[in-house]
């Protein structure tokens, strides 16, 4: 499990781009036939992938947890980005098809991920943060999340946020999950930008072409820095910082909250004529 701790805002003034990265960005979580986690001291947050080919994966715990399983202490969000497959909770089998999310509460004492098809296996990201309380596992469908349509071809951000995890929907204990995909011809998210004063969020972003990238924008609001984001790369992003990118074409990202609220539109917004 790669371990990254916290950067506050005065260290980040003065970092270079290599020290950004090494800091917020992690580029070697997605690897066939592996589970590979990275585990940040922000908020204790948990991202990574599990991409099983010819045999189920399970999750680890290490010495990073000091549990006895995974979801001893915390809940699980896993989104499937790739081929058809199944994760078992326990004794029970859930089937995710592209673009499901299954939500895995605190108390699950085992959680195997398993493809269907090795040539096309199940691309499964995960993302955890602590819990104190139990709610239920549960499947949310890809037709059964929230859509919200924003954005217009003017500002050139026309999307969907499709919301899985968030009260309402999926109750947990403090995870908040989404997905956000671009339509063609539009390249900007989450611009005008904002912070969560009061929680950290993870990116990663997918689908993203060989020869594209999405420079991911971070910092305070009146110093902002920008980072190279390439496919199933995951960037963190503290409280005192923005996020938003813009990418050479359109592209998909998830999103996941933890902290004190979960309420989704509880952020701290800065206005474009702010930004520096």
Same mark, same amino acid.
């Given at each position: 499990?790669?371990?990254?701790?916290?950067?506050?805002?005065?260290? =980040?003034?003065?970092?270079?781009?290599?020290?950004?990265?090494?800091?917020?960005?992690?580029?070697?979580?997605?690897?066939?036939?592996?589970?590979?986690?990275?585990?940040?001291?922000?908020? /204790?947050?948990?991202?990574?992938?599990?991409?099983?080919?010819?045999?189920?994966?399970?999750?680890?715990?290490?010495?990073?947890?000091?549990?006895?399983?995974?979801?001893? /202490?915390?809940?699980?969000?896993?989104?499937?980005?790739?081929?058809?497959?199944?994760?078992?909770?326990?004794?029970?089998?859930?089937?995710?098809?592209?673009?499901?999310?299954?939500?895995?509460?605190?108390?699950?004492?085992?959680?195997?991920?398993? *493809?269907? *098809?090795?040539?096309?296996?199940?691309?499964? =990201?995960?993302? *955890?943060?602590?819990?104190?309380?139990?709610?239920?596992?549960?499947? +949310?469908?890809?037709?059964?999340?929230?859509? /919200?349509?924003?954005?217009?071809?003017?500002?050139?951000?026309?999307?969907?946020?499709? &919301?899985? +995890?968030?009260?309402?929907?999926?109750? *947990?204990? &403090?995870?908040? !999950?989404?997905?956000?995909?671009?339509?063609?011809?539009?390249?900007?998210?989450?611009?005008?930008?904002?912070?969560?004063? /009061?929680?950290?969020? !993870?990116?990663? =972003?997918?689908? +993203?072409?060989?020869?594209? #990238?999405?420079?991911?924008? !971070?910092?305070?609001?009146?110093?902002?820095?920008? +980072?190279? !984001?390439?496919?199933?790369?995951?960037?963190?992003?503290?409280?005192?910082?923005?996020?938003?990118?813009?990418?050479?074409? #359109?592209?998909?990202?998830?999103?996941?909250?933890?902290?004190?609220? &979960?309420?989704?539109?509880?952020?701290?917004?800065?206005?474009?004529?702010?930004?520096?």
């Amino acid at each position: 499990m790669d371990v990254r701790y916290t950067v506050g805002k005065n260290e =980040y003034r003065r970092m270079t781009t290599e020290e950004l990265r090494a800091a917020f960005l992690n580029t070697k979580l997605y690897e066939k036939g592996k589970v590979n986690l990275m585990y940040c001291e922000v908020e /204790r947050g948990i991202a990574g992938f599990a991409v099983p080919t010819t045999k189920p994966l399970g999750l680890p715990a290490g010495k990073e947890l000091a549990s006895d399983y995974f979801c001893e /202490r915390r809940e699980l969000g896993i989104l499937n980005i790739g081929g058809a497959g199944t994760v078992t909770v326990d004794d029970k089998k859930y089937a995710l098809r592209p673009l499901d999310v299954l939500y895995v509460g605190k108390g699950a004492k085992k959680v195997l991920l398993a *493809s269907n *098809s090795a040539k096309k296996p199940a691309e499964f =990201y995960l993302a *955890s943060y602590p819990a104190h309380k139990e709610y239920p596992t549960k499947l +949310i469908k890809f037709e059964d999340a929230n859509h /919200r349509h924003l954005g217009t071809v003017e500002d050139c951000n026309v999307r969907t946020i499709h &919301q899985f +995890i968030l009260p309402g929907k999926c109750e *947990s204990c &403090q995870l908040v !999950m989404g997905v956000t995909r671009l339509e063609p011809g539009s390249n900007w998210n989450t611009m005008p930008a904002h912070t969560h004063e /009061r929680r950290t969020e !993870m990116y990663m =972003y997918f689908d +993203i072409a060989p020869d594209a #990238a999405v420079f991911h924008f !971070m910092g305070e609001g009146t110093e902002t820095r920008h +980072i190279a !984001m390439h496919n199933h790369d995951v960037v963190v992003s503290p409280m005192w910082s923005i996020h938003a990118g813009v990418g050479t074409r #359109a592209y998909t990202f998830c999103w996941a909250m933890g902290g004190e609220n &979960q309420v989704f539109d509880d952020m701290d917004g800065i206005k474009i004529e702010d930004l520096k």
